[in-house]
């Protein structure tokens, strides 16, 4: 059998499965063979007692199957960071309740060998049965290089063997050496130990085995641009905005259809049970969770052009670029890679600073993380977008709708940005810290690893609108009908149904709230719907969509334009949607978040601050933006 489990446990006959470690830096190619092998996705579980992750699966090998481990990515075994600590630790056997590996697998891009050579050189000291796999060779071939992987073999004293993961090349050959890892060869050399030696003693491998590597001139020529202070600035921000404009445009089709299908399911259930039981079905659960899962087009979507644009090393690029903004606030190019995962999520975001060395900027960074504009805003900001901000072309390709998106993010990341210098100046000052970054070449992405990315968002997704967010709908669906009211005599239907659930255990608690929110122009509808979203920032969707559900049988944003209070007024004027939409800017609506960050800092202190200190901002933000817009229109 052929797989990747939880645990990473693998049940054979004999009494113990053989262990390898896979090693490798950042961009190496470590995980793409690590899939490959293992035939299936790997799970993710944390080492115990830290919050470091592993990764862990079976592969089929010739004679049966062998255990591989999944390290984090390291440029170096002497530890800067967490991750690179735990890398460390594991190799070494000195984690609790952690078998150390049988044996090493080293992987290396073959067209930077150089510096990989370095870390091959650590593994080697460590005296246990090692073996090299080059990645990339396809790339070396097609800059008119080669590389000698018998010479290079004879010259490290281990086994060497060559692939071209995105195409399977190679595969066989590796299957091999892990039938049997404990014969690999533990090597007899000392390696070198200085600086100096160590430079001599890479040098001499690669003249060895190496020849003739040209210089990648097409790289070079693309990053004289979009490594340039100016030009490539102006890239960059012309990516993002073509990204959010396409996120607008290319997934209306499908959102509509999905809308509409939602809709219609929502009636029919509703019909078809009947009674108490049909309207919980109909407007609770169906029309609830798929008032979220109507985004899903517009979230694969997002991950699969940030996929794309990572795969092909244009996001290592922008890391560099960012590096000298990012440091104008503290922080550094590692601090930009952690902020660009948080617009997946803030909980990938603030568990990629485990790369950042140092600790103060660790802790910058992860309290800045929340305000990048995750995934989770998406719903939010594309209902009132679309409800409220009318579509027309502005220039080109690019409308209002899409714009406005654009101006949400930046927003987000500038105030990230700002928040993070403001604690790096104060509470966090701390000396600059030399950083490496490593700028892979430019690579055609691979179809597999696209894929397993946009599933990876699409999934998560799906599982929260499965779980948080279905029961969250359900709970806030039961508190908006009980208790049971008689509502005055004269109202039409949705008019009843809607005193009904001012008048429910909800709709009281959102309307005792009314006096903090009024001056944001927010009712008690728009609060019931804030207090579910911190279980979940969808979940103010999917409420929403509860609360008018019976209100009629139009999609959403059109329900929200007609929306009125008892008074006949407009519940969504500009300046409320204004000011919901500076509020989910900065408000840390995720109680998720703040469990993690309190995780990851070891500290209630600072995810207390971080939550206060974004209320207060979202709340003064909120009411500036209120007060603005009121006075305009």
């Given at each position: 059998?052929?797989?990747?489990?939880?645990?990473?446990?693998?049940?054979?006959?004999?009494?113990?499965?053989?262990?390898?470690?896979?090693?490798?830096?950042?961009?190496?190619?470590?995980?793409?063979?690590?899939?490959?092998?293992?035939?299936l996705r790997a799970k993710t579980?944390?080492?115990?007692?830290?919050?470091?992750?592993?990764?862990?699966?079976?592969?089929?090998?010739?004679?049966?199957?062998?255990?591989?481990?999944?390290?984090?990515?390291?440029?170096?075994?002497?530890?800067?960071?967490?991750?690179?600590?735990?890398?460390?630790?594991?190799?070494?056997?000195?984690?609790?309740?952690?078998?150390?590996?049988?044996?090493?697998?080293?992987?290396?891009?073959?067209?930077?060998?150089?510096?990989?050579?370095?870390?091959?050189?650590?593994?080697?000291?460590?005296?246990?049965?090692?073996?090299?796999?080059?990645?990339?060779?396809?790339?070396?071939?097609?800059?008119?290089?080669?590389?000698?992987?018998?010479?290079?073999?004879?010259?490290?004293?281990?086994?060497?063997?060559?692939?071209?993961?995105?195409?399977?090349?190679?595969?066989?050959?590796?299957?091999?050496?892990?039938?049997?890892?404990?014969?690999?060869?533990?090597?007899?050399?000392?390696?070198?130990?200085?600086?100096?030696?160590?430079?001599?003693?890479?040098?001499?491998?690669?003249?060895?085995?190496?020849?003739?590597?040209?210089?990648?001139?097409?790289?070079?020529?693309?990053?004289?641009?979009?490594?340039?202070?100016?030009?490539?600035?102006?890239?960059?921000?012309?990516?993002?905005?073509?990204?959010?404009?396409?996120?607008?445009?290319?997934?209306?089709?499908?959102?509509?259809?999905?809308?509409?299908?939602?809709?219609?399911?929502?009636?029919?259930?509703?019909?078809?049970?009947?009674?108490?039981?049909?309207?919980?079905?109909?407007?609770?659960?169906?029309?609830?969770?798929?008032?979220?899962?109507?985004?899903?087009?517009?979230?694969?979507?997002?991950?699969?052009?940030?996929?794309?644009?990572?795969?092909?090393?244009?996001?290592?690029?922008?890391?560099?670029?960012?590096?000298?903004?990012?440091?104008?606030?503290?922080?550094?190019?590692?601090?930009?890679?952690?902020?660009?995962?948080?617009?997946?999520?803030?909980?990938?975001?603030?568990?990629?600073?485990?790369?950042?060395?140092?600790?103060?900027?660790?802790?910058?960074?992860?309290?800045?993380?929340?305000?990048?504009?995750?995934?989770?805003?998406?719903?939010?900001?594309t209902l009132l977008i679309a409800?409220?901000?009318?579509?027309?072309?502005?220039?080109?390709?690019?409308?209002?709708?899409?714009?406005?998106?654009?101006?949400?993010?930046?927003?987000?990341?500038?105030?990230?940005?700002?928040?993070?210098?403001?604690?790096?100046?104060?509470?966090?000052?701390?000396?600059?810290?030399?950083?490496?970054?490593?700028?892979?070449?430019?690579?055609?992405?691979?179809?597999?690893?696209?894929?397993?990315?946009?599933?990876?968002?699409?999934?998560?997704?799906?599982?929260?609108?499965?779980?948080?967010?279905?029961?969250?709908?359900?709970?806030?669906?039961?508190?908006?009908?009980?208790?049971?009211?008689?509502?005055?005599?004269?109202?039409?239907?949705?008019?009843?149904?809607?005193?009904?659930?001012?008048?429910?255990?909800?709709?009281?608690?959102?309307?005792?709230?009314?006096?903090?929110?009024?001056?944001?122009?927010?009712?008690?509808?728009?609060?019931?719907?804030?207090?579910?979203?911190?279980?979940?920032?969808?979940?103010?969707?999917?409420?929403?969509?509860?609360?008018?559900?019976?209100?009629?049988?139009?999609?959403?944003?059109?329900?929200?334009?007609?929306?009125?209070?008892?008074?006949?007024?407009?519940?969504?004027?500009?300046?409320?949607?204004?000011?919901?939409?500076?509020?989910?800017?900065?408000?840390?609506?995720?109680?998720?978040?703040?469990?993690?960050?309190?995780?990851?800092?070891?500290?209630r202190k600072w995810p207390a601050?971080?939550?206060?200190?974004?209320?207060?901002?979202?709340?003064?933000?909120?009411?500036?933006?209120?007060?603005?817009?009121?006075?305009?229109?």
């Amino acid at each position: 059998m052929t797989g990747c489990h939880d645990d990473g446990a693998t049940v054979l006959t004999g009494d113990h499965t053989t262990s390898v470690a896979i090693i490798g830096s950042p961009n190496a190619g470590k995980t793409t063979l690590f899939n490959n092998l293992c035939g299936l996705r790997a799970k993710t579980a944390n080492y115990p007692g830290v919050t470091v992750s592993r990764r862990e699966g079976t592969a089929m090998v010739p004679g049966g199957e062998v255990t591989l481990v999944d390290l984090p990515g390291t440029y170096s075994l002497v530890p800067v960071s967490p991750d690179e600590e735990i890398v460390l630790e594991a190799l070494e056997g000195h984690v609790e309740g952690i078998e150390p590996p049988d044996a090493l697998m080293v992987v290396a891009d073959a067209t930077t060998l150089e510096r990989s050579l370095l870390l091959v050189s650590e593994v080697l000291a460590l005296e246990h049965p090692t073996a090299l796999v080059l990645t990339m060779m396809d790339e070396v071939a097609a800059r008119h290089g080669s590389v000698d992987t018998a010479a290079l073999s004879r010259a490290l004293g281990i086994p060497v063997v060559g692939v071209m993961g995105r195409h399977g090349i190679g595969l066989d050959e590796v299957r091999e050496l892990l039938a049997d890892p404990t014969v690999w060869s533990t090597p007899v050399l000392t390696p070198p130990t200085s600086g100096i030696e160590r430079s001599g003693w890479v040098a001499s491998v690669l003249e060895s085995a190496v020849s003739n590597l040209e210089v990648d001139r097409r790289t070079r020529r693309a990053d004289a641009v979009l490594l340039h202070p100016l030009w490539g600035t102006l890239v960059f921000l012309t990516a993002m905005l073509l990204v959010f404009q396409a996120v607008f445009t290319l997934a209306a089709p499908a959102m509509d259809f999905l809308g509409g299908l939602f809709d219609s399911l929502a009636g029919v259930v509703d019909t078809a049970v009947g009674g108490t039981l049909g309207s919980f079905l109909g407007e609770g659960i169906v029309a609830g969770v798929g008032g979220v899962l109507v985004f899903l087009p517009q979230i694969a979507l997002l991950f699969l052009l940030l996929a794309l644009l990572e795969k092909v090393g244009y996001l290592a690029r922008a890391s560099l670029l960012a590096d000298r903004v990012m440091g104008r606030f503290g922080l550094e190019g590692r601090s930009f890679v952690a902020m660009l995962s948080a617009f997946a999520c803030a909980i990938p975001g603030i568990m990629a600073t485990r790369t950042i060395p140092s600790e103060r900027r660790r802790l910058a960074t992860m309290m800045a993380a929340p305000l990048m504009t995750c995934s989770a805003r998406l719903p939010v900001y594309t209902l009132l977008i679309a409800a409220f901000v009318p579509q027309r072309s502005v220039f080109g390709p690019f409308g209002t709708q899409g714009l406005t998106m654009f101006g949400l993010y930046f927003l987000g990341a500038i105030s990230g940005l700002i928040y993070a210098g403001i604690l790096n100046a104060t509470a966090l000052r701390a000396p600059t810290a030399p950083v490496m970054m490593e700028l892979p070449p430019y690579r055609m992405p691979g179809f597999r690893s696209v894929l397993l990315y946009v599933w990876d968002g699409v999934w998560a997704f799906m599982r929260k609108a499965g779980t948080v967010i279905l029961l969250v709908t359900a709970a806030l669906w039961v508190l908006l009908n009980v208790p049971r009211v008689t509502p005055p005599e004269g109202l039409s239907e949705p008019e009843a149904a809607s005193y009904q659930m001012e008048h429910s255990v909800a709709g009281r608690v959102g309307s005792a709230l009314e006096p903090v929110f009024e001056p944001l122009g927010f009712n008690w509808q728009i609060n019931v719907a804030l207090i579910g979203s911190l279980a979940a920032r969808e979940v103010f969707v999917s409420t929403l969509a509860v609360t008018t559900a019976s209100q009629s049988e139009e999609a959403l944003p059109d329900r929200l334009q007609d929306l009125t209070d008892s008074n006949g007024d407009k519940v969504f004027t500009p300046a409320t949607v204004a000011a919901l939409l500076m509020f989910f800017v900065y408000a840390l609506q995720c109680l998720s978040t703040v469990v993690v960050l309190r995780r990851e800092s070891n500290s209630r202190k600072w995810p207390a601050v971080a939550f206060g200190s974004m209320f207060a901002i979202a709340y003064l933000a909120a009411l500036l933006a209120h007060t603005v817009v009121g006075a305009l229109t």
